[in-house]
């Protein structure tokens, strides 16, 4: 069964300094998402891609954090400088637009700043 | 702006006991709703799903949903839960552009 890969599962960071998180989709899906979640809320969305493109990114505090997808297929977030209230999970998810509107996730990368 | 409330933050329930989860969203247009639940350690999946049609809809693991247009709200139930039932249900909404969001999440704990 096809799934999302992301990497780092984990990652440990003093604030102040830059990390990335890499998102593979599932083969075929045009559209991308990275939601942030922290423990005991529901994933907040950070920014959707329809292809290479950014539909969405309202809610991305682009001060300090980007995300790209160059080429349509994966995609990376990153953020620089890191703080401390950036600790959380970071969901990627995918989705086939043309056909259920299902998300499909990946495993998260948990974040730690101290 | 489009959001989701979910009223049950926690939830205990005793094995064979009725399930219901409250779920509104706000959003004037058409919407298409999801349950989805996370299980521990385990990522996100899909419990079910309303597009349009029939406004009870069925899921995997015997949950369904019912879509009242007139209260906006989307409601999980199951008869029975199990013990295996313990995980966190989180309702989304997905409107024209397919911006999808999450309510807050319920954590259900099912003892046995």
């Known amino acids: 069964e096809a799934e999302v890969a992301q990497s780092p599962r984990y990652k440990i960071t003093e604030k102040s300094q830059a990390v990335a998180f890499w998102c593979d989709p599932i083969?075929?899906?045009?559209?991308l998402y990275w939601y942030r979640q922290i423990l005991g809320q529901g994933p907040e969305l950070l920014v959707q891609f329809q292809d290479e493109s950014v539909v969405d990114d309202s809610q991305l505090p682009k001060d300090r954090f980007s995300a790209e997808r160059l080429k349509g297929v994966d995609s990376t977030l990153k953020i620089q400088p890191a703080e401390l209230g950036d600790s959380a999970m970071y969901l990627c998810a995918s989705s086939s637009q043309r056909r259920t509107g299902e998300l499909f996730f990946g495993e998260g990368s948990r974040l730690t700043v101290l | 702006a489009q959001s989701v409330s979910q009223h049950n933050h926690h939830v205990i329930l005793s094995e064979a006991a009725s399930l219901e989860l409250g779920c509104n969203y706000s959003y004037g247009g058409t919407v298409n709703l999801f349950w989805y639940v996370q299980y521990p350690g385990q990522h996100l999946q899909l419990l079910l799903k309303?597009?349009?049609?029939?406004?009870l809809v069925k899921g995997i693991k015997g949950f369904e949903a019912e879509f009242i247009k007139s209260k906006f709200s989307f409601n999980l139930r199951k008869p029975s839960v199990q013990w295996s039932d313990t995980a966190e249900y989180f309702c989304a909404c997905t409107s024209g552009t397919y911006k999808y969001i999450f309510g807050t999440g319920t954590r259900l704990k099912v003892l046995a």
């Open positions: 083969s075929g899906h045009a559209t």
């Open positions: 309303y597009f349009s049609g029939d406004p």
